[in-house]
């Protein structure tokens, strides 16, 4: 256990360190998007599997310009033409059809003059012109997806272009969101004196879907011992992952962390090097995983981003669970925190020195606005005074 504040980068290797992938599944290929792959996608045959044409036009022998050729069939794509190519021959062929027998090139149909049956060629031909070979994509036994790859639409697409009708994939985690505190109701509930609404819950439920987890229960506890204790344990009955919003600090109403530790949870760390997020809990019943998250919502959102998301990649059996780095140059000076790291929200923008980073409004952690179009947290190491425009800091994603 680590109770004193510890950097970010331990408090990633640590919950990491207590994550393994859940196991796997097998889904149609439709299926697959935003899964991870379990196991490498094979090539069950060349890609095309066939010589086929890249243009509208006529398949021919290469040669010189200025030849006349007898027009001798078709070719369409799903209809071979039945007959091969020969010297004096042409044969019009639509792009994606099978270039047929004898012929070495296809000719563009912008390049030739039809009349009266006879093809006039106006320009030379050389070998291979405008056919796609056989193979040329992929070739069978060739691995086109590797095992730990997300699928995106463009994965899904080489998978089934590979002879792909079902992937194997990891299996989806299940989420619990638990948000404290009496002063909480439900979206668009009226509001009495010193209550609020409980933003967090659909912040954090959407965040989840993003990275894959399928949110098994959403629950608001009151600050009350009893009520605590019951709902996490109900949370922890029904959840691969509980993430739990607010009760984490140590006020008199705070009552998340002994209700944990009597159902026995372990605590790994409690307090992060972090502005906003410093007061982050995290821990493990056997292969659970416990996050306690601050209450305030973009503190909610950034330990979210920075802890829970990884951890839910490297659950569904991701390559690199962490997102790969990147870096930008600050667009305006940042006051700098001389003890911890700041995430900050930004907006990006493109320029000849790289990606320009830009606070996207206020930035406090109740300030919930500035998630709404931001692009990335600028990560801001600690540091005295200001941190001056034009500074490389690192980037990290913000699923939205």
């Known amino acids: 256990m680590v109770s004193e504040l510890i950097p970010i980068s331990v408090a990633r290797e640590l919950v990491l360190s207590a994550t393994s992938p859940l196991g796997e599944e097998t889904v149609p290929v439709a299926a697959g998007l935003d899964r991870f792959l379990a196991a490498d996608v094979i090539a069950a045959g060349d890609v095309p599997p066939f010589s086929s044409s890249a243009m509208d036009g006529y398949a021919v022998i290469a040669g010189p310009a200025e030849r006349s050729l007898r027009l001798d069939g078709e070719a369409r794509a799903g209809s071979p033409a039945g007959q091969e190519v020969e010297a004096q021959t042409a044969i019009r062929i639509s792009t994606g059809a099978e270039v047929p ?185 056997e292969q659970k995983l416990v996050f306690g998250l601050p209450g305030n919502p973009v503190s909610a959102a950034v330990t979210f981003a920075l802890f829970v998301a990884p951890a839910l990649a490297a659950l569904q059996g991701a390559a690199t669970p962490l997102p790969p780095r990147r870096e930008g140059i600050l667009g305006s000076e940042i006051s700098g925190n001389p003890s911890r790291e700041q995430a900050v929200r930004v907006r990006l923008e493109t320029s000849p020195e790289g990606l320009v980073a830009h606070p996207n409004g206020p930035q406090p952690s109740h300030h919930i606005t500035s998630l709404v179009g931001a692009d990335a947290l600028a990560m801001i190491p600690a540091t005295h005074g200001t941190v001056p425009v034009g500074t490389r800091v690192a980037l990290e994603p913000l699923p939205r």
């Open 101 to 285: 027998a004898g012929a070495t090139a296809v000719i563009r149909q912008e390049d030739v003059e039809v009349r009266d049956g006879a093809v006039m060629l106006r320009r030379e031909v050389r070998p291979g012109a405008n056919v796609r070979p056989a193979g040329e994509v992929m070739r069978a036994g060739d691995v086109v997806l590797h095992r730990g790859t997300r699928l995106g639409p463009a994965e899904l697409g080489v998978a089934v272009s590979a002879g792909a009708g079902e992937l194997r994939v990891g299996r989806r985690p299940t989420l619990a969101v638990v948000c404290t505190g009496d002063e909480l109701r439900d979206p668009g509930e009226p509001l009495a004196a010193g209550e609020i609404h409980n933003s967090n819950a659909v912040l954090l439920e959407g965040m989840a879907v993003h990275g894959g987890a399928v949110v098994s229960v959403n629950a608001r506890l009151a600050d009350d011992p009893s009520a605590t204790r019951q709902g996490l344990d109900e949370a922890l009955q029904a959840a691969d992952v509980l993430v739990i919003s607010g009760g984490v600090s140590v006020g008199p109403h705070d009552h998340v962390k002994p209700a944990l530790a009597e159902l026995e949870v372990s605590e790994r760390f409690w307090g992060v090097s972090l502005q906003p997020g410093k007061p982050t809990w995290f821990g493990t019943r």
